[in-house]
């Protein structure tokens, strides 16, 4: 069979569908056998009409709810809230508006905005994630979608891949909406073993382990950063796949059988219940043995230690049943078989310790979180995180009360503290009291910050790695600062270059060096007198100003600012002028104020810094003195006044109805705005000479979830 | 030297029951003053003028995630016994700040405390004003004190010629208690552009300390002087990178009054803190 007609069969026997051949000949459909009889040419044609026409097929089917998803995140280092922005790709997959997506995508996600194939943006809520297998799942607002019917995509059986098969990977390759590659499974069953081995997690996704259960599919249909989350097709027009890692050319999809099962629970939970025992696992291949499979470690007072199983233990049985793992990629087969089991199932596992057999039946318990949830105190500069049951077993604490102390800001009161907070405290008690939890401590420290007055001292109990310390904080609200001002000198409006002896020449002045005016700023009282650009200063005040070099470019200024600042103080100067010497009396004004000492003020909730506006500013702009505002002198690129698309440079001059004329005016408007909790602020600012409008979307929700708090005290009471 | 500081010296020459005038009883104990050794004399003399000052340094950087604050210890001089400090601006964040210019880089010391001798808590004060030029800044504490400070008198200068002696009165880190040290030197070149300086003969001085002549006469104020932004232009490479000069007394003492002048101003709410001064142009005709 020639090479080309052969292709074509395979080509077509590989889609498993009949390609209907009636755009090349009048013919009945074509299937594998009949397609190895048709002539070269027409081979040659449906080779490549056949393959365009599966593609274009399994793109249809999935493209209509293909999204890309934008993320606000908000993540804290250091005592310090920073936001930040993301992006990635989904797949809408039931009519409810669910999509399925990367947790690393919605990870630390507090917004979620989701584009659709018609290019609506819809708002999203996150249903849960699950970081372990780095999926998540999002809900489209049911108010944004106005009851419109949403398409869904299928999901096919990763099973039936095969090393070869076509695939397709679709998504927003650095956000660039709606991108389709072609590629091959290159292996089903790709698992990631670190240096010693065994298989782990790759990744550590807000501090949760990721990738310990699943075997990736590896495949080369290139894929970016922004392909995350994105489906995974085959030429049927099914997911086999969502992506979630990639580079140098190397995808890696968590496989749709997986995705199924967890995008199911997280739908109906809100997570993935799991199931653990306490041990981690290695394949047995160089270890000598022939069958089984290793515990390399058991945690004391996890479920497997309490039942006695030992590190260096074989597993022969589980549940009655031979299990050998000889290669890594088997070990994740193993580990989901126990977190499937159900929590507070038991296993019974047949092990074999130095040559004899031992029975044991070990009782699971719920798999713990790593990370407990965080916030900021502001005011204190302090992050602080839930004590989770994984973090007080590592660390063998007595108790999760408490909270753990993610961040200290630099120079704020726990840094200031003798001796000062760190990361890794567990705060205990808070002003001689006993403290809880995260929530506990959001509440207190707000009630602590409304207290008339603010108390000077407050005691903070710690636990650090087993001892227990007391400090003291000084609370104190966050004050409004404003740098430093110059001592006002004597100043003339104008700009001047240093005249060196050759340009002197040139300019007909007999080698005499001096300054040359460049510029005399309007509105000033050098405007008012007779100094002229292109004048050359020889003389202040009778004494000689002339440069040596540039290094001296300064000098004429310092000679300037000598002069005593007084009303109607004044400046002689000799110019030369076309050629010829020429008094000139220039009244002294002080020395105007530059950008770096303008009076600030620094929004925290908009996350936005604004100046008064300066001479320079106006002069730089050409702006009357009727334009009045204050500059933006930055706003943070995913904070609510980024987001609106303010900029370091605009000059703010209405907030609302409020017109903006100084810093008092601004920070009056803005006060306003948090009182009311305003849903949007429009902001008309000044761009060089055009004005835009802003449009800004302020979130005004409270630091801690209540309904995550109460979860987390639920799972201190059943761990009891 | 002020009568009260005269009274000080006298008081530590006697081996009195108090250290100085104005400094809480626990004061560090100075050697009896010896006019054989400079060294002990002028510590006796001026060593508790030398004052810590301890701030935050706030820096904002637009885009940059929000503020970022870190401790900040540095010494000054009082130079009034009601309590004004001398330092160099650029201890007090005017390095940062020239780093930061032209990328909207704000740098404010906040939360200002002066320490006195031995005292840990510190007395609350301000940046009151800072000539960026000359590397001083004036630091002011907020409430008048009870009993006034021992102070530096920059009115009365001595003016020592090349080659003779420059002694730099500091204080060590904290790790060493914060104790007076002293550093000699001579007067390696006195150029008079771009202003009149004494340049010390031997680098790595410390900056922002007063300097007397090996008769314990005030000669000045240690600065770093550092290119202006125009004089950087054109030099290329090569540019000078800065060194630590002494400021002469008399300079100081003009600084100051055209400083403290402007403060007062500036108090009063005088149009020239403002955008807009009170001399404005008259439209061109």
Not at chain 1, 125 to 141: H, I, R, Y
Not at chain 1, 305 to 318: E, F, H, L, P, R
Not at chain 2, 199 to 220: I, Q
Request: proline share 5%; aromatic share 6%.
């Amino acid at each position: 069979m020639p090479l080309r007609t052969r292709a074509a069969a395979m080509l077509i026997a590989s889609a498993g569908i009949s390609v209907p051949c009636q755009s090349l000949t009048a013919q009945p459909p074509v299937t594998a056998e009949s397609a190895v009889k048709l002539s070269e040419g027409a081979t040659d044609t449906l080779l490549r009409d056949g393959l365009r026409n599966l593609i274009s097929g399994a793109r249809d089917k999935v493209f209509p709810s293909l999204v890309n998803i934008s993320v606000i995140t908000v993540n804290y280092y250091g005592g310090v809230e920073r936001k930040g922005g993301g992006t990635g790709s989904g797949t809408i997959i039931s009519k409810d508006g669910h999509v399925v997506t990367n947790a690393h995508v919605t990870s630390s996600g507090k917004k979620f905005k989701v584009t659709l194939a018609d290019k609506s943006e819809i708002s999203a809520e996150l249903v849960g994630e699950d970081p372990q297998t780095d999926l998540a799942v999002l809900k489209l607002s049911a108010e944004d979608l106005k009851g419109r019917a949403l398409p869904v995509a299928g999901f096919g059986d990763s099973d039936e891949l095969a090393m070869g098969d076509y695939v397709i990977a679709m998504g927003s390759p650095y956000s660039l909406s709606r991108s389709i590659t072609l590629g091959v499974v290159s292996n089903c069953e790709r698992v990631f073993a670190g240096g010693n081995e065994e298989v782990g997690p790759i990744d550590y996704i807000d501090g949760q382990a990721t990738g310990s259960y699943t075997r990736w599919i590896q495949h080369d249909a290139l894929i970016n950063p922004g392909n995350s989350g994105g489906p995974l097709v085959n030429l049927k027009g099914q997911i086999v796949g969502v992506n979630t890692r990639g580079g140098s050319g190397m995808g890696f999809a968590s496989p749709s059988n997986m995705v199924k099962d967890i995008v199911a629970k997280l739908i109906a939970h809100g997570e993935v219940p799991r199931s653990q025992v306490g041990f981690s696992l290695k394949q047995i291949e160089k270890s000598g043995l022939k069958e089984g499979v290793l515990i390399t470690s058991v945690i004391a007072d996890a479920p497997a230690g309490k039942a006695g199983i030992k590190a260096g233990d074989v597993i022969v049985k589980m549940d009655g049943t031979p299990v050998t793992a000889r290669f890594a990629e088997e070990i994740p087969a193993l580990t989901r078989r126990i977190a499937d089991t159900a929590i507070g199932g038991k296993i019974r596992l047949t092990v074999q310790r130095a040559g004899e057999t031992k029975e044991f039946e070990v009782t699971t318990e719920k798999m713990l979180k790593d990370k407990g949830d965080e916030t900021i105190l502001r005011g204190w500069g302090l992050g602080a995180e839930d004590v989770t049951e994984a973090y007080a077993r590592e660390l063998r604490l007595t108790s999760r009360d408490g909270v753990l102390v993610t961040g200290v800001r630099g120079g704020s009161p726990p840094a200031h503290a003798e001796p000062s907070l760190q990361g890794g405290d567990i705060i205990t008690t808070l002003d001689g009291k006993p403290l809880k939890n995260l929530a506990e401590i959001v509440e207190r420290y707000k009630a602590i910050m409304a207290m008339e007055p603010i108390p000077e001292f407050l005691m903070i109990g710690v636990e650090r790695r087993g001892k227990n310390q007391v400090t003291l904080i000084k609370p104190r609200p966050v004050k409004r600062e404003d740098p430093p001002r110059e001592v006002p000198k004597a100043w003339i409006g104008m700009e001047t270059q240093p005249v060196l002896k050759d340009l002197a020449r040139q300019l007909g002045h007999d080698g005499q060096t001096g300054f040359r005016v460049t510029r005399v700023y309007p509105k000033t009282l050098a405007a008012g007198s007779e100094l002229k650009v292109g004048d050359v200063i020889v003389s202040l005040n009778n004494e000689k100003t002339a440069p040596k070099g540039m290094q001296d470019a300064g000098f004429l200024r310092r000679q300037i600012e000598k002069i005593r600042l007084e009303d109607g103080a004044k400046a002689t100067l000799k110019v030369l002028r076309a050629g010829q010497p020429v008094d000139v009396t220039v009244p002294v004004e002080r020395t105007r104020i530059g950008p770096e000492e303008a009076r600030k003020d620094d929004n925290k909730d908009f996350e936005l810094g604004v100046r008064e506006l300066t001479f320079f500013d106006r002069d730089d702009n050409r702006w009357d003195d009727d334009v009045t505002g204050v500059m933006v002198t930055g706003a943070e690129p995913a904070g609510w006044a980024g987001l609106g698309g303010l900029f370091g440079g605009d000059l703010i001059q209405r907030i609302d109805s409020e017109t903006i004329t100084d810093l008092t005016s601004y920070r009056a408007a803005m006060e306003k705005i948090t009182k009311a909790q305003s849903d949007r602020v429009t902001f008309v600012v000044l761009r060089g000479v055009r004005t835009f409008y802003k449009f800004v979307e302020p979130d005004w929700k409270p630091l801690v979830d209540k309904k995550k708090a109460e979860q987390v005290e639920k799972e201190k009471k059943e761990a009891r | 030297m002020t009568s009260l500081a005269l009274t000080a010296s006298l008081l530590l020459a006697l081996g009195g029951g108090t250290d100085s005038v104005g400094l809480p009883a626990a004061a560090p104990r100075v050697p009896a003053a010896s006019a054989d050794n400079p060294y002990q004399k002028l510590v006796a003399d001026h060593a508790s003028a030398i004052v810590t000052i301890k701030f935050v340094m706030k820096m904002e950087m637009p885009g940059s995630g929000g503020d970022h604050e870190f401790e900040e210890e540095v010494f000054g001089v009082m130079m009034d016994p009601k309590g004004l400090v001398l330092v160099s601006n650029f201890q007090m964040g005017g390095m940062a700040s020239r780093m930061g210019r032209g990328q909207g880089m704000s740098v404010t010391p906040t939360q200002i405390k002066i320490l006195v001798g031995d005292d840990t808590e510190g007395v609350e004060a301000k940046l009151v004003t800072r000539d960026s030029e000359l590397d001083l800044a004036w630091v002011k504490v907020e409430k008048a004190p009870e009993k006034p400070f021992a102070a530096v008198d920059f009115s009365k200068a001595a003016e020592p010629k090349l080659g003779e002696t420059l002694l730099f009165l500091d204080r060590l880190d904290k790790y060493f208690d914060r104790v007076p040290m002293v550093y000699e030197t001579k007067v390696g070149a006195t150029p008079k552009k771009p202003r009149s300086v004494y340049l010390p003969s031997d680098e790595g001085r410390r900056y922002g300390v007063p300097v007397f002549t090996g008769m314990g006469e005030t000669v000045g104020f240690a600065a770093l002087q550092l290119p202006s932004e125009e004089d950087e232009q054109g030099m290329g490479m090569n540019r000078f990178r800065g060194a630590v000069v002494v400021l002469p007394a008399a300079e100081i003492v003009t600084a100051t009054e055209r400083a403290m002048k402007a403060a007062e101003s500036a108090e009063k709410g005088d149009a020239g803190a403002t955008e807009k001064p009170k001399t404005e142009a008259e439209p061109q005709k």
